[in-house]
T-cell receptor, first 115, second 115 residues
Framework: GENVEQHPSTLSVQEGDSAVIKCTYS??????FPWYKQELGKRPQLIID?????GEKKDQRIAVTLNKTAKHFSLHITETQPEDSAVYFC??????????????FGTGTRLKVLA | NAGVTQTPKFRVLKTGQSMTLLCAQD?????MYWYRQDPGMGLRLIHY???????AKGEVPDGYNVSRLKKQNFLLGLESAAPSQTSVYFC??????????????FGDGTRLSIL
């Protein structure tokens, strides 16, 4: 079946450094790629998303890049802060044969920002 | 708007007991989803619904049933709870705008322990 591979599973960075999380998807029909942040004991929350007609999107310290040819997309966090520590999930979304939007989530990356 | 509300937040059951988890959303969303989240396994889709009166199986549907009698509510039932169903359960909903992908919005989760 379709899947999304997410790497790394854990990532530790020093405060102020950059963090990069990468996802690779298998369904070439995927055309929407949201990223979620989940703090400990909390709900996943959307932090940024990108559609397939765009190669890059930025929102302050967070950016996402998409390479449709290689079928991978990445989350970039610059100037990391302790409050960025959380689990980050990527997802790839495609319509199936019935017209239903299918979300395939990655397995998550636990980011630790060390003060 | 309250967004997506899940009840209860915590529950402990004995093996063989039954229970129903309730998810309610006040955003008039068409799509609703139930996920379970286990350590290191990300979010796995149990069942989903694309509208009132409809339900469909996800990735891990066995042992669960769902109903969507009203658009705003999506119920997840465990008929005979098993220890393997110990998990954190998340409900999500999504607006279905024709021709445009939309993100999922998550509830706070229900932590369920089966003894």
């Amino acid at each position: 079946g379709e899947n999304v591979e997410q790497h790394p599973s854990t990532l530790s960075v020093q405060e102020g450094d950059s963090a990069v999380i990468k996802c690779t998807y298998s369904d070439s029909a995927s055309n929407y790629f949201p990223w979620y942040k989940q703090e400990l004991g909390k709900r996943p929350q959307l932090i940024i998303d990108i559609r397939s007609n765009v190669g890059e999107k930025k929102d302050q310290r967070i950016a996402v890049t998409l390479n449709k040819t290689a079928k991978h997309f990445s989350l970039h966090i610059t100037e990391t802060q302790p409050e960025d520590s959380a689990v980050y999930f990527c997802a790839a979304v495609a319509k199936d044969w019935s017209g239903t939007y299918k979300y395939i989530f990655g397995t998550g990356t636990r980011l630790k920002v060390l003060a | 708007n309250a967004g997506v509300t899940q009840t209860p937040k915590f529950r402990v059951l004995k093996t063989g007991q039954s229970m129903t988890l309730l998810c309610a959303q006040d955003m008039n969303h068409e799509y609703m989803y139930w996920y379970r989240q286990d350590p290191g396994m990300g979010l796995r889709l149990i069942h989903y619904s694309v509208g009132e009166g409809t339900t469909a199986k996800g990735e891990v549907p066995d042992g669960y049933n769902v109903s969507r009698l009203k658009k705003q509510n999506f119920l997840l039932g465990l008929e005979s709870a098993a220890p393997s169903q110990t998990s954190v359960y998340f409900c999500a909903s999504r607006f279905d705008r024709v021709g445009s992908n939309q993100p999922q919005h998550f509830g706070d989760g229900t932590r369920l322990s089966i003894l």
